[in-house]
């Protein structure tokens, strides 16, 4: 069984210098979620080597989607990014970076400003691996999202599958994994 993994494709969002105010920081990850994509300059068609795509329902997951995948393709709120939320509601300004660093400790952490655990996260990976390799087809394609790759990527290793390494997953990239077993 392999298992392909896409992160969607470049968000065009400015990443603003300016300090931020929790409120603030909160809106540009709102206009992230919904911001124009820059495609690459070349697009990888994918269909041939995988049997079908499932891809996140957040618009730029499936904007990837429907770029690399000619075909019809599911979408699941499993394959969604972690979100992402200011720590605390205190008036003062951070720049956007420690706003990004702060609210993944946060969620490492599992702490209350954030949607989501990092032990539900894990589980929502879990869950969606359970799934693909108890469907019909073994070669799946997943468009997703980059904190949400490491996720995955994780489970992954842990399930005996081998594959590519990355840091910070390329966006438009694809990364293989296989389960020889």
Known sequence: ??????????????????????????????????????????????????????????????????????????STDQLREIEIAAVFDWPIKLPLYVWLILGRIAWYISHRSQAETRQETAHRANRLVDQIESGPRADVLLVTHGAF???????????????????????GRLYTYENKS
């Open 1 to 74: 069984m392999r298992i392909g993994l896409i992160r969607h494709f470049k968000v065009v969002h400015p990443s603003t210098g300016k300090w931020m105010t929790p409120q603030q920081f909160n809106q540009w990850v709102e206009g992230y979620n919904v911001g124009a994509l820059a495609p690459p300059q070349e697009l990888p068609l994918l269909h041939a080597e995988w049997s079908y795509c499932l891809s996140s329902d957040l618009q730029r997951a499936c904007e990837t989607a429907k770029a690399v995948w000619p075909q019809e393709f599911q």
């Open 149 to 171: 790759m490491k996720v995955l990527r994780k489970e992954l290793h842990r399930r005996g599958y081998a594959g590519d390494y990355f840091f910070t997953p390329a966006n």
